[in-house]
């Protein structure tokens, strides 16, 4: 019977295309290695078939446990061309960090780095190392492709996020989802045919994977970062000819470190940054180092995918601002009472569009929690919507500090502390206090001595009385999970 509406969408799809469309064109680079379109695509017809023969089944989990290497994005399509769930693990897991996901996501199987192999010695799972063996695994599959029909609703994949505060939710994207995301990133940030990126953030990561993979989805080229290095990456950039380059702040912050004057890419035109906000002084540096270069400063989450995008016309004029409601994205600012909020006051973002998650899995409590009866999901953050339209982030909800009974939040401040000479990163939370019930404390990474009587008084020029911290505390790098947001719940606990 024919299905009302053609093809479903699929994220195997576009690799199937190109690899009757451009079959010799360059899909993947890792290091002295590449695969052309056709190889990618008899390859990870191969990835299919061998999963299939270890008697897995429609909707089946697969855990993928690696770094960005040549075989992600193989593995990723044949596991789609099964009918298969993909569910990537962070490589730098503990084993019982490894063992929690694999249980909870169901995996009946795992493909694993074979360095990585240690993880998974105690889980009893099929698996496949990815090194030694995974060559003579692939070659005594089938080369054809099998061709099972995938419902474009159903999930492709289940994204485990950083459990910053419990035990890691299991976030179910659909292909659906992530193919819009995969063209709707070739028209926003120019990945598509002739096209090259390189894939910088980690694969295992929501953005890491969509804006990586968006690469050969649609025939473009992309080259694998094992690992960041400011000189490795800007030499990749020259030696492979990328255009456009998916970072995250603490990126940027890292090559300012290496190098303030980055040395002059003659194909570079696109920059987009995500994860967390990208601070205005550091923005600034952006533009002087990379000088002709469009710069992007998207927002989003990996339950909701990409929500909105400052553009470059307006980066400058509105930094500090992460722009409208990205393609085919609805978003709502409420108040406490879940009415809507009006132009320049707080309110908590919601958004609802065809990139949103299916749900959380196995927890039917969290994700109604987060939703409304329309379809809405919340982001978890206080947002200020100007004249123009235009979003800023004020704050995650969690996040806010009241002190005295009054709001304060953290970004206003980390801001203004930034534009201090002496001061290189920053983070500001709320700790408890008998007499304020929470008192503003701000953790700084310095390029020297921080005096905290200079930089109370550097701040009480400029910030509100009830807004200065009460506390500053050097560190000597600020905790981050994978995606580069900073993880204030572990400085909340720092004694």
Excluded at 32 to 51: F, I, P, Q
Excluded at 102 to 116: F, K, N, P, Y
Excluded at 235 to 240: A, C, E, F, K, L
């Amino acid at each position: 019977m024919l299905r009302a509406g053609g093809a479903d969408l699929t994220i195997a799809g576009g690799i199937r295309e190109f690899g009757r469309a451009t079959p010799d064109v360059i899909a993947v680079r890792d290091g002295d290695r590449t695969l052309t379109y056709a190889a990618l695509d008899e390859r990870s017809n191969r990835v299919a078939c061998g999963l299939l023969q270890q008697g897995l089944r429609y909707g089946d989990r697969v855990a993928l446990l690696c770094g960005n290497r040549l075989e992600y994005p193989e593995i990723a399509a044949g596991i789609a061309k099964a009918g298969l769930v993909l569910v990537p693990v962070n490589p730098r897991l503990t084993a019982p960090e490894v063992a929690f996901i694999l249980e909870h996501s169901g995996a009946r199987a795992v493909l694993v780095d074979e360095a990585l192999a240690g993880a998974v010695d105690d889980v009893p799972l099929n698996r496949v190392l990815i090194g030694s063996s995974y060559e003579a695994w692939l070659g005594a599959a089938s080369s054809v492709d099998p061709w099972i029909a995938v419902d474009e609703r159903d999930p492709f994949c289940i994204a485990y996020t950083a459990g910053t505060t419990g035990d890691p939710k299991g976030v179910l994207i659909s292909h659906r989802s992530r193919c819009l995301t995969f063209y709707a990133t070739a028209l926003e940030w120019g990945l598509g045919p002739g096209r090259r990126t390189i894939a910088v953030a980690p694969m295992y990561h929501g953005a890491g994977f969509a804006f990586a993979y968006a690469s050969v989805y649609c025939g473009g080229t992309v080259s694998m970062l094992r690992s960041f290095d400011p000189h490795r990456l800007l030499d990749m950039i020259d030696r492979d000819g990328a255009q456009s380059v998916f970072l995250v702040p603490t990126h940027a912050q890292l090559i300012r470190a290496a190098m303030p004057e980055p040395p002059r890419s003659t194909t570079l035109d696109t920059l987009y940054f995500n994860a967390a906000a990208l601070p205005k002084v550091l923005k600034e540096w952006v533009f002087e180092a990379f000088p002709g270069v469009g710069v992007h400063e998207l927002y989003g989450s990996t339950e909701a995918g990409v929500v909105t995008n400052l553009r470059p016309p307006d980066a400058r004029r509105k930094a500090g601002s992460v722009g409208h409601p990205w393609f085919a994205t609805q978003v709502r600012v409420v108040g406490p009472d879940g009415e809507p909020v009006g132009t320049g006051v707080p309110g908590e973002l919601f958004s609802r569009s065809p990139y949103l998650m299916n749900g959380y899995h196995r927890n039917p409590a969290a994700t109604a929690a987060c939703t409304t009866a329309d379809g809405f999901l919340t982001s978890g953050d206080i947002v200020i919507r100007d004249e123009e339209g235009f979003l800023s982030i004020v704050d995650r909800v969690k996040d806010v500090i009241i002190t005295g009974g009054v709001n304060v939040y953290p970004r206003d401040v980390e801001e203004v502390l930034l534009t201090h000479p002496s001061v290189t990163e920053c983070a500001v939370v709320g700790e408890p206090d008998d007499r304020w019930g929470e008192r503003v404390v701000a953790y700084l990474v310095g390029q020297g001595p921080l005096e905290p009587d200079v930089l109370e008084a550097f701040l009480r020029e400029r910030l509100a009385g009830f807004k200065v911290p009460k506390q500053y505390r050097a560190v000597p790098a600020l905790p981050r999970n994978a995606a580069g947001k900073i993880l204030k719940r572990e400085l909340r606990s720092t004694p």
